[in-house]
């Protein structure tokens, strides 16, 4: 059965913890849905973990249809939620309804995230009025990395911590489904999560948040310097190194393939061939 908007609320009323981990190709949505992991995040953190850039500012809307696609195809359940990538919202409401718009019908997407309290409240109030399900993000939000400094958690002053539950109430009123909190403290992320009703999601936000995503690539361990937020669940990159190390050897030394992994033709098949060369 697919999650819908209607499960994420019923969670947090209900007092179910929501887990949601970004995927970006077929063959980990799979997995993530298979185990019943209900949001997979399509992230722009795709820009680092799958394309090698240091930002996600450089990840472009066909770089994230692109990528929407193949988590579609692998995700039976879970509700796939795709991130509207830098620019692609800013500039106009209308570029942001017609970029939305294209995540859900070319894509295949059931919702989008887009970064920004206040000042991304009224472009998410046209999207989800246009029939397409948004979920908020404030905090460290990494498309604005530039105007940050870096990864620095927010809200730590009175007044950046004001506005950010401001940020969270204006989106809640814009109708926003969930909203993704980011490296904030405890404490603030406790106080947002208690004043909505809508699901908070926290990323390096503490535990007291209706739910908790982390970035797929992190958590299996195949990141090269994971933060503070995170937790190695995975040694995958040593895991691969290791077959990876196995197979060159196997094929260096005429291990692999062996018989097993071989085909044959009939024998009188060969020599005709044989016989014609
Ligand atoms: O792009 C991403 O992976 C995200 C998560 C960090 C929430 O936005």
């Known amino acids: 059965m697919r999650i819908r908007v ?43 973990t799958m394309l090698g850039y240091k930002s996600t500012v450089r990840v472009t809307m ?17 509700m796939v939620v795709t991130d509207l990538p830098f620019m692609s919202y800013q500039v106009s409401i209308d570029d942001a309804l017609r970029n939305a718009g294209r995540m859900v019908q070319e894509g295949g997407a059931h919702a989008v995230k887009l970064e920004g309290g206040a000042r991304s409240a009224e472009t998410a109030k046209r999207i989800v009025e246009a029939g397409i399900p948004v979920v908020g993000h404030i905090g460290l939000t990494p498309q604005s990395e530039h105007a940050f400094g870096g990864f620095r958690v927010q809200g730590k002053d009175l007044a950046s911590a004001h506005a950010l539950l401001d940020d969270a109430v204006a989106l809640e009123n814009a109708g926003v489904f969930a909203i993704v909190l980011e490296a904030i403290p405890v404490e603030l992320a406790r106080v947002i999560t208690d004043r909505l ?33 995170t937790k190695e669940y995975a040694s995958l990159s040593q895991v691969i190194e290791e077959a990876l190390v196995a197979y060159l050897n196997d094929v260096e030394q005429s291990k692999f393939p062996s018989d097993d992994q071989s085909f044959h033709v009939d024998e009188r098949l060969l020599a005709d061939l044989l016989s014609k060369i």
């Open 62 to 78: 066909p770089d994230m249809l692109h990528h929407t696609k193949a988590v579609v195809r692998g995700a039976k359940n879970s």
């Open 6 to 48: 209607q499960h994420f609320k019923e969670m947090k009323k209900s007092g179910k913890r929501i887990t949601a981990v970004t995927a970006y190709d077929y063959s980990m949505a799979r997995l993530v849905d298979k185990v019943g992991i209900p949001m997979i995040l399509v992230g722009d953190s795709l820009g680092n």
């Open 197 to 229: 009703d809508i699901p908070t999601i926290g990323i390096g936000a503490g535990p007291d948040c209706d739910g908790e995503i982390q970035v797929i690539n992190d958590i299996l361990g195949l990141t090269l310097n994971s933060r503070k937020h």
